[in-house]
């Protein structure tokens, strides 16, 4: 086992997966974080990296997935925010015009033109046809888009993806995972 120590700085690869009392995900959590919850006695430790966390006092092992104690209750409404990582994951990173890898985000209705910055209204685009549309609708440019921009709705898988979901997380994420292209990057 290779020693952590705890206050270390989050590091992309070292999150956790929280599950709510009820198994559901409930979202992604970095891995000190988790080891503080566990700590505190409000959550369980279901799986571990092979990895450990050292204090002075006690030897933790890292946790890659845990549930939390008492039920926490969510907000239906709760959005991911709308970033180049979180839509290049929602689109598979594919531009959403002619299917080619995408490069850029690209404001249907533009800014310039009131569009806003919402999942609705943004997606993956390539270089080519970023150019191509401009400052334009899509109708404008003769372009159309492939599928309709929508929120997406299994929000912890899609945060997953962005950052690579561990193998131990996909028993909680279910299928839901395998709609989103995991972004190594
Ligand atoms: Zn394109």
Redesign the pocket.
Known sequence: MVPVPVRSPMSPSRRALVLNATFEPLGIVSSRRAVLLVLGTKAELLHTTERVFRAEWVTVPEPSVVRLVRYVHIPRQYRVAVNRRTVFARDGSR?Q??G?PAENLDHVIPRSKGGPHTWENVVA??R??NTRKEDRLPHEAGMVLRVTPVVPHHRVQLLASCGGARDDWRTYLGGAIDHFEPLTA
């Open positions: 531009c015009y002619c080619a685009a390539c080519r046809c």
